[in-house]
Every structure is written in C-alpha cells, then in structure tokens.
C-alpha cells in the first residue's frame, strides 16, 4: 500500500510543477548569488549540490532584495564559507534527480506505447537524455589550459582552479618520477605517504594566500618553515577569491619525516615558480606547490601565435596559433591551425583558441574541454525534435484522413 502511494506521488503531474516551480527559483537565486558569492562558488552551492545551505540562501536573497532598492547589508564570499551548513532548500541534482524519477515512473505507470504515441514517446526519451547528459557532465566533464611560448613544447595542461603538491625525483637526468598530491587531501594535520620514502605532515593549509618577508614581520612564530625558500618568507592567508579574472593561490607548512625523524619544515606555495631542492638518501628532489598537471600521450608545439587587432585600437579582432601536434605512440606528425571558432578535436580533447598573454605577444592561451558526454545534448535535441515532428505528422495525417471523409 505505501508502494503503490509512493509510485502515485513520484508520478503525479502536481509533483512536475511544483519541481519545475522550484527549478526556476533555483535558477534566479542562483544567479542572484554569484555577485556576491563568484560564479563558482554559487555553481558549486545551488546546481552542483543537493540542497543549498541557509548561508548561501540569504546572501542570495539579500543580492535579490537590492533589485527592489530594499537596503540590506550584503553577504560576503568568505562569511559564507565560513557560515555552518544548514540545507534550507533542494539543489540543482536533487531536483534533476527528482524530475528524471518523475518522469520514468510517469512511463512505467502510465504510459502504454502505440503507434500513436510514437512521437510522445520519442520527446520523452529526448527528455531523459538531456537530464542524464547533464548530470554526467558536472561529474565527467574536466577543463584545464596550456600557455605556450613560441617554440615551447608541452604534454600537459593545467587547472585553472585546483592545485596538487609535487614531489619529484630528479635523480634520474632523463626522466622524472612524480608523486603528485591533489589539494583535497591537504588538510591541516593530514599524514601523507604515497609511494615515497619519507611521510609528509600537513602542517598549515592556506587555500588562498600572499607571501611577506620575514623580516617585516613584528613577531615570529612557530610556524615558519626551517628549510627552504620559508627561511626568508612567510605565507599569510587571504580571504577566497571570488572574480572569474582570478584565482585563489594556495600555501602550505609541510613537515618531511623519515625512520630517523624530521627532515625538516617547508614553505609550498603557488606562488614559488621554482621548484625547492631536496636530497635524502642518496636522491635528489624537488617539492612544488603548482597548478593540477594532467599529462597527455602526445605534445603541442607552439610554432607561431597570431594576434590581429582592430586598427587604430588594442581590441583583439582575432588570435590564432600555429601548433605542431607530435604522438610517438602512433608516429603522427603534423601542423595545425587552431583558431576562434575553430578548436582542434583529439584523443577525447577538444582544444580551444581561448586567450592570449598580455605580456607576451608571442605566447598563446588554449583551453582544454573533456567532455565525455558532449553530444548528449545533441543527441537529446534531434531526439525531441524527430518526436515533436513525427506526432504532429500523425495528427496531421488523421486529421486529413477525417476532412477527406
């Protein structure tokens, strides 16, 4: 009996409005939010989550009250971040989730399939596609950047947002062994020991960070670094960054520890271009704060970088960059123009003309998509599309067939 009342609700079409109702109030207060809260944070706290959390709620609420120049003290990023988490309403997967439910215990309980149906039935199918495709976009879809020089060659990118601590042995001069730790498992008091010879003791985690001389400082403190580049700076957090233009620069007090004890206090930061040495054991290595690395079978090889502009101004009319793809693996070696509207498809990736430096004219930008997923909505569409067609086809038709007689 509660079976069968439970399938009545899920397949109600009061329980579809009132999903979709929700849908649109999450997508205004969402949009609300990412003024004060940054258009990744408010991804990640209302589409990205099941249920958004009463911090986030009330500086959303608060940025939609100036609409109606009713005065409130606006939210600030980090006094969200910092708020306790309290789910006050349903997110962006808990009512996608809820109208996919919807919608596949409205065909199993209801739905009878026959030849007049049969364009119903396809636009539903259209209907489940989109749902699933987006849903396996925000979990497999990942997108990083390359910045190339003019002859530079590189078999990487990197994330834009997220972070890993390097560990790399550079005993051997002709290739490198790297450890590379992801900065979600960087917490304050964490013990890190993947496959290296000594263990690693997080000492302080910084997600955003500026760096100071020691020597400016008023007073000292237990926490500097006693090896390394922390002997002459000190990291000082920093409140998160919420513009798109920028990114948070993490840092990191680490503690290196082997059978014999410490090895010493180190200083990791984002913004230390250079590598720290390190010798143990008869081995040599570097430790590096940097930017996620994802490391590809084939190179690019930045030949030439194009940038016109408009005459008479600064405004880039267009950029496009001349790259030299090289795959060992399959002996590919060929040139390729990448350019506005006009990405280079391979291997899974898709590699997009996305900016320029503005300090170097001779070096480009080219953003890296992974999507695996990305004809789902595609496909959902010419699937809606051919049965909103073929219904109204067999409409048309018994229409016709009934005027005739």
Not at 154 to 162: A, L
Not at 379 to 391: H, K, M, S
Request: proline content about 4%; charged content about 20%; hydrophobic content about 45%.
């Amino acid at each position: 009996m509660l079976l069968k009342r439970l399938i009545r609700i899920l397949c109600s079409l009061q329980l579809t409005m009132v999903l979709l109702a929700l849908s649109l109030i999450l997508v205004f207060l969402g949009t609300m939010a990412q003024e004060p809260l940054g258009l990744y944070i408010a991804q990640a706290r209302f589409f990205h989550s099941s249920f958004v959390d009463a911090a986030s709620m009330l500086a959303a609420l608060k940025k939609a009250a100036q609409l109606l120049n009713i005065y409130v003290t606006p939210m600030q990023a980090d006094e969200v971040l910092s708020a306790r988490w309290i789910p006050v309403f349903p997110g962006g997967y808990f009512l996608g989730g809820a109208l996919l439910l919807n919608l596949l215990a409205a065909h199993w309980q209801r739905f009878v399939f026959t030849r007049k149906k049969a364009g119903i039935f396809l636009t539903h199918v259209g209907l489940i596609i989109l749902l699933l495709g987006q849903l396996f976009t925000d979990q497999l879809a990942r997108e990083s950047g390359i910045h190339l020089t003019e002859g530079e060659t590189k078999s990487y990118s990197e994330s834009d947002r997220r972070s890993e601590l390097a560990v790399i042995d550079v005993t051997d001069a002709a290739k490198d062994r790297v450890v590379a730790i992801p900065d979600n498992l960087l917490v304050e008091g964490a013990t890190l020991a993947d496959s290296l010879p000594f263990s690693i003791r997080v000492a302080k985690y910084y997600e955003h960070s500026h760096l100071t001389n020691r020597a400016d400082l008023a007073s000292s403190s237990a926490g500097f670094a006693n090896q390394g580049f922390g002997l002459q700076v000190e990291a000082l957090p920093l409140p998160k960054v919420t513009d798109m233009d920028f990114r948070d620069v993490p840092s990191a007090y680490i503690e290196l520890s082997g059978p014999e004890g410490s090895l010493g206090r180190w200083l990791v930061s984002g913004h230390l271009e250079r590598g720290q040495s390190l010798s143990y054991k008869g081995r040599s290595y570097r430790l590096a704060l940097r930017l996620q690395r994802h490391y590809y079978p084939f190179s690019l090889t930045l030949l030439k970088f194009s940038h016109d502009k408009y005459r008479g101004t600064d405004t880039p009319r267009n950029f496009s960059s001349d790259v030299r793809l090289q795959n060992p693996s399959t002996r590919e070696d060929r040139e390729i123009r990448i350019y506005m509207n006009n990405p280079l498809r391979y291997a899974g990736l898709t590699f997009y003309q996305a900016s320029f430096d503005k300090r170097d004219d001779r070096a480009t930008i080219l953003q890296v998509v992974r999507n695996p997923s990305w004809l789902a909505p595609y496909i959902a569409c010419g699937v809606v599309a051919l049965g909103l067609v073929i219904q109204f086809l067999i409409h048309l038709v018994a229409f016709l067939g009934r005027r005739k007689a």
